[in-house]
């Protein structure tokens, strides 16, 4: 009996445990809550910041705007031209291997141009993106907060995000259609030349092949995606940057954070944007 007394007043290592996933789980639902509101938030003050800049057309920073156009994009066409020519080729042989069972290597074509103008192009070069110029976005604004030049901004009367982020998030508007359309390209034409060196196809068949199985449409979608995912990346990544604080090690977990996000958020528009162009037969 004192065994069973002992045993029932011990404390329950499984009870605790589950407490603790529990709690956690509402801290992870509570700081995903908060980071929505903090992004609809940000949303508004740029909307807000920008309708200023239409307003007073002097206040545009075009320079700056530039600057960061080449940086976000022209020097991200190399990596960008090689990756998607790489994933081009990899989809090429994956669907020249499974499709030859069946005798159907022709739909090599189809298989490559769908996915390439219709999805995985503008997703691998957003993620891409993502990572390359929003970990960077994020990272200078960052350091900037850390060494007050954000509230230096704001003592000589500037808005900080009509001066720091509107410009970056116009720039990555305008980058990453291009740089969607460049990968696509490439994609293709690593496709075409894996087609044509281990499946027989050649180049003339694979652009007439691609000219009956694609129609404009395939390339309207992926277009259209890229100027949405850009905007998200850029908000994304400027607002992990503004509220970084006085440390490195904030500096690192806000950088992580802003491309896990960004990623996170590109997939899900994504998806959003499959389901909403399916809905309208497009």
């Not at 007043?9 to 809550?33: D, F, K, Y």
């Not at 739909?107 to 103008?117: K, W």
């Not at 196809?201 to 199985?213: C, E, G, M, S, W």
């Amino acid at each position: 009996m004192q065994e069973l007394e002992r045993s029932d007043s011990r404390p329950h290592p499984q009870t605790r445990r589950s407490e603790g996933i529990l709690e956690r789980l509402g801290h992870e639902v509570v700081n995903t809550a908060k980071d929505g509101l903090d992004l609809l938030n940000f949303i508004g003050a740029v909307v807000s910041a920008m309708g200023r800049v239409a307003v007073r057309p002097r206040s545009f920073r075009f320079t700056s705007t530039v600057a960061q156009l080449d940086r976000v994009g022209f020097r991200a066409v190399p990596i960008i031209l090689l990756i998607t020519f790489l994933v081009g080729s990899i989809i090429a042989q994956q669907s020249i291997f499974h499709f030859r069972r069946f005798g159907a290597d022709i739909f090599v074509v189809d298989m490559v141009g769908v996915l390439v103008l219709r999805e995985l192009g503008v997703l691998i070069v957003s993620i891409m993106i993502a990572g390359r110029s929003g970990s960077a976005y994020t990272a200078e604004l960052g350091s900037m907060r850390m060494r007050e030049e954000v509230d230096a901004l704001k003592v000589m009367g500037l808005d900080p995000i009509e001066v720091l982020v509107v410009p970056r998030i116009l720039a990555l508007i305008i980058g990453l259609p291009l740089l969607t359309f460049l990968g696509s390209m490439a994609a293709l034409i690593g496709g075409g030349l894996v087609a044509w060196f281990y499946g027989g196809i050649t180049p003339n068949v694979f652009i007439d092949r691609l000219k009956q199985a694609i129609d404009l449409t395939q390339f309207e979608v992926g277009m259209y995606k890229a100027p949405f995912m850009a905007a998200a990346i850029g908000l994304v990544a400027c607002l992990e940057g503004l509220k970084v604080g006085g440390s490195a090690e904030s500096l690192g977990q806000h950088t992580t954070a802003s491309v896990v996000k960004a990623i996170f958020l590109v997939i899900v528009m994504d998806g959003l944007f499959a389901v909403f162009f399916a809905s309208i037969k497009m």
